[in-house]
């Protein structure tokens, strides 16, 4: 089956940078996602690794190392609106179907 | 606007009774998914569709059923073998079975009284 560790929970002060990790262990892995959810709303999807390295969008960058079954999320210049949960996802094929699995989430608490 | 729709946004329902859950996409996605969401919790897959006609059971398929008849429409029952349905349930959709992009409805709150 798959498995996916991520911090429950950590707290940051505005303009500051947080770092989120997530530990992965699956077979047949194809990606890493991050998602964010405010409370009582729908997951948005922030960014996709296929492959090993940093994808950047924005103030929020991704990391990806398939060798060390390992990726972060990176949240730059935080803000109050960054307040929320954000989940990894890994994206894996068993057999011939693919599905995507979420961690547990971690909620970033944004403080003045 | 193109994007998923899911219905009703808040259901109560009795002990006993199977209650069907509805999900529309009109992304003309191939792949559809539904969720579970426990409060403080992560995401669980109950089922999941790559083409229509067919579909596999996700990580607590359990007390669960789904059709795909239409590549639009992913409707989920909640059937009264389910022990503990009261939850969050989310349906999402991407446009294949590679993409790490799902794209979320609104969500439907099922409370069991």
């Known amino acids: 089956g798959q498995s996916l560790e991520q911090p429950s929970e950590v707290t940051a002060v505005e303009g500051a940078i947080v770092q989120i990790n997530c530990t992965y262990q699956?077979?047949?892995?194809?990606?890493l996602s991050w998602y964010q959810q405010h409370d009582g709303g729908a997951p948005t999807f922030l960014s996709y690794?296929?492959?090993?390295g940093l994808e950047e969008t924005g103030r929020f960058s991704s990391f990806l190392s398939r060798s060390d079954s390992y990726g972060y999320l990176l949240l730059q210049e935080l803000q109050m609106k960054d307040s929320a949960s954000y989940f990894c996802?890994?994206?894996?094929?068993?057999?011939?179907?693919?599905?995507?699995?979420f961690g547990t989430g971690t909620r970033l608490q944004v403080t003045l | 606007d193109g994007g998923i729709t899911q219905s009703p946004k808040y259901l109560f329902r009795k002990e006993g009774q199977n209650v069907t859950l509805s999900c529309e996409q009109n992304?003309?996605?191939?792949?559809m998914y539904w969720y579970r969401q426990d409060p403080g919790q992560g995401l669980r897959l109950i089922y999941y569709?790559?083409?229509?006609?067919?579909?596999q059971k996700g990580d607590i398929a359990e007390g669960y059923s789904v059709s795909r008849e239409k590549k639009e429409s992913f409707p989920l029952t909640v059937t009264s073998a389910q022990k503990n349905p009261t939850a969050f349930y989310l349906c999402?959709?991407?446009?294949?079975?590679?993409?790490?992009?799902?794209?979320f409805g609104e969500g439907s709150r099922l409370t069991v009284l």
């Open positions: 999402a959709s991407s446009i294949g079975p590679s993409t790490g992009e799902l794209f």
């Open positions: 699956t077979s047949g892995f194809y990606g």
């Open positions: 690794n296929g492959l090993d």
């Open positions: 996802a890994v994206r894996d094929w068993a057999g011939t179907a693919s599905k995507l699995t």
């Open positions: 992304l003309n996605h191939d792949a």
């Open positions: 569709s790559q083409i229509v006609n067919d579909f």
